[in-house]
Structures are given as C-alpha cells and as structure tokens.
C-alpha cells in the first residue's frame, strides 16, 4: 500500500485544523451521502462528538460545523462505503477522505 500524503493543513495538538490566519481551530464541514451508507456505524465510533447513527439506519452529522480534524478525517477515511466527505468550512477544499 502507498503511504498517504502528507495533511495539506496545519494541525495543533489536539489534531485540530489550525487557521493559518489565527490560533483558532479553522471550521470543518462533514457530510454523509445518505444513499452510500450502509449504517456500520464505524463512523460514530470513531467520532461520536460529531456523527452518529440515526433510527432509519443511516449517520448524520451531529453539527453544521466541527473542529475535531482528527477524528473525522478518521471516520470518513475509515467508511467502506466512501459516504463522508470533510470540506474546509471556509475555503471548501476537500480535507478527507484522501486516498
Ligand atoms: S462508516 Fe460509512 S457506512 Fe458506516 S455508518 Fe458511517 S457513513 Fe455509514
């Protein structure tokens, strides 16, 4: 297997993405195509703060907005159905999943 790139983003500590215009975790966007997901919940275990699995069997993001990078970029990349997409919340760039 071919090692993954390098994250493109600044990162602190706590795997948070980093403005690169201030200290404060920049905002994130996560997404689930609904009709990709097959309900493993391996998403919500990975990051329980921010998605979870809903009655009709499907994830849904918990919040318009997060700021745990690490965790969701985890979650979207671990998805075998390639359902959950993180986007910069200001520039839109597409942060996972990056294969
Ligand atoms: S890991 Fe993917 S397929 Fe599994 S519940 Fe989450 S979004 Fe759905």
């Known amino acids: 297997m071919a090692p993954r790139p390098a994250h493109p983003q600044p990162a602190d500590p706590?795997?948070?993405?980093v403005s690169?215009?201030?200290p404060e975790p920049a905002e994130l966007v996560v997404t689930v195509d609904r009709a990709r997901c097959a309900g493993t919940g391996l998403c919500a275990a990975s990051a329980p703060a921010d998605l979870q699995v809903g009655p009709d069997g499907k994830a849904h993001p918990r919040h318009e907005r997060s700021t745990a990078l690490a965790a969701v970029v985890e979650a979207a990349e671990l998805c075998p159905m390639e359902a959950i997409a993180v986007h910069h919340a200001t520039t839109g760039e597409l942060l996972a999943p990056q294969w």
């Open 14 to 17: 706590a795997g948070r993405l």
């Open 20 to 22: 690169a215009t201030g």
